[in-house]
């Protein structure tokens, strides 16, 4: 077949109407093409924003959760620290053994005493009002049980 017998196949759609490329068009270009649309970027930072505050105010819900539980701690320690005190200055005729409960109690006059009787024991009169039921620690602080 030589080049002078070839047919010359000519395009009958209008020149004008063919995009020469196609995928860069804004739009879709034939009637199977994926449907593109416009793009609100409003709406998208609108929900990224609202996701993102709901996100931070998780996080920021658990370390104020946090903080709460290691104040609690820290005044429980206080605390200790602050009966230990008065223990340590109360009259105490016995030796405390670790992990021993004993009852703090008050004279009439204001000044402290370390017991192993309970308010219960004293039978019918305590002469003494009873503060604390404690128990010494290993670090030889005192924890108030009651």
Known sequence: MSTTD???TVNPIDKDKIATNPHLLPYAHTLGSAIIK????????GR???????QTENSL?????QVDLLVKQAQKIH?????????YQAECRITPLVGHIY?????????????MIGPDDWGSSSPYT??????LLADHTWDVLS
């Open 38 to 45: 416009p793009i609100d970027e409003g709406k998208i930072k």
């Open 6 to 8: 070839a047919k010359i």
């Open 103 to 115: 009852h703090l109690y008050e004279k009439s006059d204001g000044t402290k005493v370390l017991s």
């Open 79 to 87: 605390d200790r620290i602050a009966i230990s005190e008065s223990i």
């Open 130 to 135: 009873h503060v604390a039921e404690v128990e």
């Open 61 to 65: 819900t658990q370390i104020k959760e």
């Open 48 to 54: 990224s924003l609202k996701s993102m505050y709901k």
